[in-house]
């Protein structure tokens, strides 16, 4: 038997995962259970589908009780070594679960050639259970697990490889359904010029394969060209801990790029410090780079060319420079600085997204000389906020997260801002941080009561990421998490005491009583706090609520898709001719308009096999006095069929 550390992902995957924002693994569990997976999840959309194609349908959260053998793949050594990998010990899996299904056959509205194209607008995917602000480093994950081989004609989800990073992923600034203009190398589709990364990955494989991408990625789904539905499972992941050493298989202290990069820009001071974080390093900037000599005034006129991607070296290479001669306290490297920093937080300005990035962690880099200049623009992008209060983060807020504990200061004094968006920016800093900001906690605290629903929002999510002391943060979201009439801002306290898991105890009478909150979220991350804390106490408050919450999962005979009567035993069909008038003698009947019958094939005197015209099959048995036609969809007869 494999254990989750030999499953652990190697750093050249982790590179991978973080600039491309992805890795897939393969799930060793036997084909039957996926097979199994299949067939369920097939007759669940069946059984509320009628034969002209209606699905009226979907699981939505309860797929996983309803199909429990899912839990053996998410459970599989080399899916939770991934998952670790990359979120660390103590993840926990987010209440809300979906099946998306891609019908055989679909087509986009409007579209009936045969053209590939995306099945809905290329976006990034919202919070269940109420918004959350996204973040740079990876706090959350989805995991994208297909019951069956799934190649690109059967239309996997797709993605825009390192999009986790950006706001706007198109240059014109338009989100409509998107065409693909051709195909690229290593499988990928090619978008046309507005967008920033015109690179689309499928998500497709091989039987067991499970994709684990960034919560912020682009994604779409492609049309499926084949008569086999594509059923994908979504499941969303968050990280509990703060990093402070690698979760995987770690062999490299220092960033390298990937080996394979599909991104079409330099963000190497972005991935430095991702990687650094997830290192858990103290220097979030750490390098081996060689001593760089940099032109200071050649760079910062760089950062004004019309070349993107001269400006996005220029603050590349601004921030490094400042990074290895953090330790040099000479007056030339001070004055440096000054002149660098103001031209830096010009770039935050820069109409390029990619550049802006850059000099956000750029000033990072730089620390304590960019701090005040970067406060001073909390309120730089107030429209933004009000349009999207809690997912739109300013670009200084950003940079101010990334100077950490030199920052910590001017972020408390910005709590206490009169402006909305600047409280409200200055707590999400504040929790990007982590532990390094615990001086800030009795000004969330506070904040907790704000006139703004955003800001509460932001100071409970930091809370939760501080932790520390718990002495303050338990009793304050314990507060938060009793009011019955503010059900989202409880939800974000429950995921704030599931954060803080072994040390909340103190929470454990009101997690108790959250169980009957009338939000399910609020229910399923309650009850995913108590696991955490996992003493006696905390589990014996949830053992109730999972008793009454539990599923049964009874084995019932598969249901035909539609049952003809006959009058007796002599007007059962002998053989295809007669099998096909019967079928089309009752769709008219019943004015069901069912496709032509293109094969029928007769594997004993009551049982025939049926293909109509639009590619689905059914199985035609006799039984008593009545025809039954069943659904063939079993996963590997059809890969089998239309590989």
Not at 31 to 59: C, M, V, W
Not at 367 to 394: N, Q, R, T, W, Y
Request: with cysteine.
């Amino acid at each position: 038997m494999t254990t989750v550390k030999q499953h652990l992902l190697n750093d050249e995957q982790i590179r991978h995962f973080i600039v491309n924002g992805y890795v897939n693994v393969t799930a060793d569990v036997p084909t039957h259970i996926h097979e199994t997976i299949y067939d369920k999840t097939d007759e669940l959309f069946a059984s509320a589908t009628d034969f002209r194609g209606d699905r009226q349908h979907n699981p939505l959260n309860n797929i996983l009780p309803l199909v429990p053998e899912l839990q053996i793949v998410l459970e599989s050594p080399e899916v939770r070594g991934a998952l670790t990998s990359i979120l660390g010990n103590g993840y926990v899996m987010h209440p809300h679960r979906h099946c998306h299904p891609n019908f055989a056959g679909s087509t986009p509205s409007g579209k009936e050639d045969d053209e590939e194209r995306l099945m809905m607008p290329l976006h990034k995917d919202g919070h269940a259970g109420g918004k959350r602000p996204r973040h740079r480093t990876p706090r959350w994950a989805i995991l994208f697990y297909y019951p069956q081989p799934c190649l690109a004609e059967q239309g996997p989800t797709c993605i825009i490889p390192g999009t986790q990073y950006v706001r706007e992923f198109m240059l014109d600034g338009e989100h409509q359904r998107h065409e693909i203009h051709a195909k690229g190398g290593n499988g990928t589709r090619r978008l046309s010029e507005n967008f920033l990364n015109r690179n689309l990955v499928p998500m497709s494989g091989e039987l067991g394969t499970v994709w684990i991408m960034h919560f912020d990625m682009v994604h779409s789904f492609l049309q499926n060209y084949i008569p086999l539905n594509r059923y994908g499972m979504k499941f969303v992941f968050m990280r509990t801990e703060q990093p402070t050493a690698p979760s995987w298989n770690s062999e490299t202290s220092m960033w390298q790029p990937p080996e394979v990069n599909h991104v079409p820009y330099d963000a190497e001071i972005l991935w430095t410090y991702i990687w650094n974080w997830m290192s858990g390093k103290a220097d979030l900037y750490e390098t081996d780079r060689p001593g760089t000599t940099v032109d200071i005034t050649s760079a910062i006129m760089a950062l004004k060319t019309d070349d993107p991607n001269e400006r996005m070296k220029a603050a590349n290479e601004l921030g490094f420079w400042r990074s290895l001669q953090a330790k040099t306290c000479s007056k030339k490297v001070r004055t440096d600085a000054a002149a660098v920093v103001p031209a830096l937080v010009d770039a935050l300005g820069d109409s390029y997204e990619p550049v802006r990035r850059n000099a956000i962690y750029a000033l990072g880099a730089i620390g304590a000389p960019a701090v005040k200049p970067l406060a001073d623009a909390l309120d730089s992008e107030k429209e933004a906020f009000d349009m999207e209060p809690i997912l739109h983060i300013c670009d200084a807020a950003h940079g101010l997260a990334a100077t950490g504990a030199p920052a910590v200061s001017e972020l408390i004094t910005a709590l206490q801002d009169e402006r909305e968006n600047v409280r409200a920016s200055a707590a999400y800093a504040l929790g990007e941080m982590g532990p390094v900001a615990a001086e800030a906690v009795d000004t969330l605290i506070v904040l907790l009561r704000d006139e703004s629903e955003e800001v509460r929002r932001h100071a409970t999510s930091a809370l939760g990421m501080i932790k520390v002391p718990v002495s303050k943060t338990v009793p304050a979201l314990v507060e938060v998490l009793e009011d019955r009439e503010d059900t989202d801002l409880a939800f974000f306290a429950a995921q704030a005491l599931t954060r803080i898991g072994p040390d909340a105890t103190e929470a454990i009478p009101a997690l108790r009583e959250a169980l009957t909150s009338e939000s399910a979220y609020v229910r399923g991350f309650s009850s995913e706090a108590l696991g955490r804390i996992g003493t006696a106490e905390a589990l014996q408050a949830l053992v109730p609520f999972l008793r009454t919450a539990r599923w049964f999962n009874y084995v019932k005979k598969t249901m035909p898709a539609f049952s003809i009567e006959l009058k007796d035993a002599k007007s059962a069909p002998s053989d295809a001719d007669s099998l096909t008038k019967l079928i089309q003698e009752w769709a008219k009947q019943k004015d069901i308009p069912l496709p032509e019958t293109e094969a029928i094939s007769q594997d004993s005197d009551t049982q025939f096999q049926v293909t109509f015209s639009d590619g689905r099959q059914v199985s035609a048995r006799v039984e008593g006095n009545v025809l039954n036609l069943y659904r063939k969809t079993r996963v590997e007869a059809g890969f089998k069929t239309y590989r």
